[in-house]
């Protein structure tokens, strides 16, 4: 048990601080060795990751605005089809409602799917070319999928005093 | 300095709306002004200001669980000690207990001490409380440091106000009003019935107005907001050639609308799954109660012809599809609670039930006892036939007020259904009375209607557009105690004095001829105070014996006089009656030496007789 709450503790800390607690790094017994020299200038060290805190910010608003969260994690696997189409469908409307208050959402290629579309972006970010691509880079092909991109962002100002972390508060009803 | 913009404040009841128009004294006359309407910044969430269309009239008082320190601060209040607006009701649905919702009822409602923290009303202990008056002031507040914040280059207080007030709000509620925004800072203010702006705004987006109504026709205004009915006529007569239109009739304050028929929804529904073996506790009902309002709207957009629509409540814990409870809203049944339980085809002689009075009440707002809005209606319609000819009010033959015109307000009146329901029953009364059907004048924005059209009025005193005469919709009266001697267990018979008749204008003043009485000097003398809708003919001065049911006792008005020696002191005095350029009711005492003492109103609690 012990060992999957410090796996656990570990796997947040990395999440959100990018990096190991002093105490953690102990418990861990990965706490460098005092004698050990600091010279072991090796290869840089990679990026930090960014700072999740917007990621958890929009799934948060999600799970306030359309129980997101609870559905993913919920098992399914038992409900009726009909029991779960009730759900969603309520769900759905206000997951996409806050999706447009927050993100303005368009198409990368605005064209019709199934439709012979030229392209002449050659990052493959932004457009993958599958099938049987030739050698150098393709014109165009058959629009498969048009793609998201998120023209705006709109997410509100995290307030510092609030734990990041928190995706959605604990509920205590008094009766 | 010369103000820039009207603004139109729509101070309702659940929402608040802000609408403003810039004055261009060189603009073509005949041009229409360009009204718009303030993205009002408030917090939708905890840590998120956003721009929104309506202000949500609800202040919510935070305690130490609430919120996260910071996350209610606003661009122009780092730490407010209260919530206004979306957030202020959406944490309120959770925690009723710190919620203050509908100040603007209990600021028309005589019961209570309104300048008293009373609200909310079923707070907890410990909560702090606001008075209704100091909870308007917070929203009329908002809104200055909300326009402040959008149009920096034109302060707030340098600009001309109006502010809305439902036609029904009596001297008193008006006065609360005016003081509430005169607290928040308001300046260069003026009151205006809501009616009168929802038909402004009509007149503002149809400048050929003069082709579609002619001299003597007479317009029903029909407002149903979220929480109240409210009906008013407006005659277009002639004056000067010209045609102009008189405010001649307002109704009741009624507590009914929008929010009683959702209720009446989620109760349905409710039943319907108790039935099935599914109970739903109170905060599913609040759940149930939102989800049937949505429902309701989309099962009465045009062209909607779908037989139900669902209603589902989500699972209340971690388990969102497990919990869930699916229910349905069957068209049958929406059709039937709207047609026979709120707008029943009854008979233009079916008076609405009476409050019960029972002994022991709980105390709180007086909603409508009876929830059939055509029944109102009769009685508003029969209650302007009932006394002699006002103004050019058009008759059936069985005395009931005819309108030729029927202008349609506020949010539940967007459904098709519902506008055409009272068409029908208004025409099938007219067609009693051997008249042709009323004919619908097409809306514009009921939500926002009335601030839009307080902006326009705002351009109509300055000169551009066309003013609707109307005066106080009331009859004022002071009572007078009989002079006879006291008999054990009886009160000695009161008389009621005419002080302000129905339509005086405003700006206008008026003494009471020929009649005298003594005030107390040195301690305070209370007078009792009386209003009436229905009795219009009552000149000034007049004397009422027997009054029945006519009149309403209002809070009572003080006047607390120094004396001048050290003796108590018997003055004789006259009344004066004032009506301000704002719309204003003063009563003043003036004495044979000049001397003059104003009569405020008493707004603590008002003991039933």
Request: aromatic residues 6%.
């Amino acid at each position: 048990m012990s060992r999957i709450l410090l796996a656990f503790r570990a796997f947040f800390a990395i999440l959100f601080h990018g990096a190991l607690s002093a105490e953690l790094k102990s418990d861990l017994g990965l706490a460098p060795s005092p004698a050990r020299p600091s010279a072991s200038s090796g290869p840089a060290a990679p990026p930090a990751p960014p700072n999740p805190g917007s990621a958890l910010q929009l799934l948060a608003i999600l799970q306030r605005d359309s129980r997101l969260l609870d559905f993913l994690m919920e098992d399914i696997a038992s409900y009726e089809d009909e029991q779960i189409g009730a759900a969603v469908r309520s769900l759905h409307d206000q997951a996409r409602d806050s999706l447009a208050r927050y993100l303005s959402l368009q198409p990368v290629i605005d064209g019709v799917e199934g439709a012979y579309t030229r392209s002449a972006s050659g990052d493959p970010a932004a457009v993958k070319f599958i099938g049987n691509v030739p050698a150098g880079k393709p014109e165009g092909g058959v629009l498969r999928h048009k793609g998201w991109r998120a023209a705006k962002v709109d997410l509100p100002a995290l307030n510092p005093k609030q734990d990041a972390s928190i995706i959605a508060p604990a509920e205590i009803e008094i009766e | 300095m010369e103000p820039r913009y009207v603004i139109g404040i729509d101070l309702g009841t659940t929402n608040s709306a802000l609408s403003y128009v810039e004055y261009q004294p060189d603009a073509d006359p005949f041009a229409l002004p360009k009204v718009e309407l303030l993205g009002i910044p408030q917090l939708v969430n905890p840590s998120e200001v956003r721009d929104e269309g309506l202000l949500p009239s609800f202040l919510y008082v935070p305690g130490a669980t609430d919120f996260t320190a910071g996350s209610t601060a606003l661009p122009w209040d780092a730490q407010p000690d209260v919530v206004i607006g979306r957030l202020a009701q959406k944490r309120g649905a959770e925690n009723a207990g710190r919620l203050v919702s509908s100040a603007k009822s209990w600021l028309s409602h005589g019961g209570v001490d309104r300048t008293a923290p009373i609200l909310p009303f079923r707070a907890p202990e410990g909560v702090p409380r606001f008075s209704p008056v100091e909870a308007s002031r917070r929203y009329l507040d908002h809104l200055r440091r909300a326009w402040d914040s959008r149009m920096p280059d034109a302060p707030f207080t340098d600009q001309q106000v109006l502010v809305t007030v439902p036609a029904s709000f009596d001297a008193v509620a008006r006065e609360l009003t005016l003081k509430a925004a005169e607290q928040a800072g308001y300046r260069n203010l003026t009151l205006l019935e809501e009616p009168q702006a929802a038909f402004y705004a009509w007149i503002d987006r149809h400048p050929d107005w003069r082709e579609r109504v002619q001299v003597s026709d007479l317009i029903l205004v029909v407002d149903i907001g979220g929480g109240t009915t409210d009906f008013t006529l407006i005659a277009v007569t002639q004056k000067d050639g010209e045609l102009s239109l008189d405010r001649v009739a307002v109704g009741e304050h009624i507590l009914l609308g929008g929010d009683n028929i959702d209720l009446a929804l989620a109760r349905l529904v409710a039943d319907q799954l108790a039935q099935k073996g599914t109970r739903i506790d109170a905060l599913q009902l609040q759940a149930l109660w939102n989800n049937c309002r949505t429902a309701k709207e989309k099962l009465l957009e045009p062209g909607n012809k779908k037989d139900e629509e669902p209603v589902t409540i989500l699972g209340k814990g971690t388990g969102v599809v497990g919990g869930t409870i699916k229910a349905k809203l069957q068209r049958a049944d929406l059709e039937r609670l709207l047609l026979e339980g709120f707008l029943p085809a009854v008979s233009s002689h079916d008076m609405p039930a009476r409050q019960r009075r029972s002994g022991l009440q709980e105390l709180g707002l007086p909603y409508a006892a009876d929830a059939a809005m055509t029944r109102h209606m009769a009685r508003f319609l029969r209650q302007q036939a009932s006394e002699a000819e006002q103004g050019g009010v058009r008759r059936g033959p069985s005395g009931l007020a005819c309108p030729t015109h029927v202008l349609f307000n506020g949010g539940v009146l967007n459904a098709g259904l519902i506008r055409e329901r009272l068409l029908g029953v208004l025409n099938s009364w007219l067609a009693e009375e051997g008249l042709a059907p009323v004919k619908p004048l097409s809306g514009e924005d009921l939500m926002r209607a009335v601030s839009r059209g307080a902006a326009y009025y705002g351009l109509a005193r300055r000169g551009r557009g066309v003013r609707i005469r109307g005066g106080v919709p009331r009859t004022y009266y002071v009572g007078i105690e009989t002079a006879m001697p006291s008999v054990p267990g009886l009160s000695a018979p009161l008389k009621a004095l005419t002080v302000v008749p129905f339509g005086m204008e405003e700006g206008t003043d008026l003494r009471i001829p020929n009649r005298e009485f003594g005030l107390v000097v040195g301690e305070p003398a209370e007078f009792r105070f009386f209003t009436s809708a229905v009795r219009k003919n009552d000149d000034v001065g007049h004397l009422i014996e027997d009054f029945g049911e006519d009149l309403q006792e209002l809070a009572p008005m003080e006047v607390n006089l120094p004396a001048q020696q050290d003796a108590a002191d018997v003055v004789p005095v006259s009344f004066e009656t004032v009506v301000t350029e704002t719309g204003m009711l003063q009563l003043w005492c003036v004495a044979r030496d000049g001397r003059r003492w104003k009569l405020e109103f008493n707004v603590r609690e008002r003991v039933e007789g």
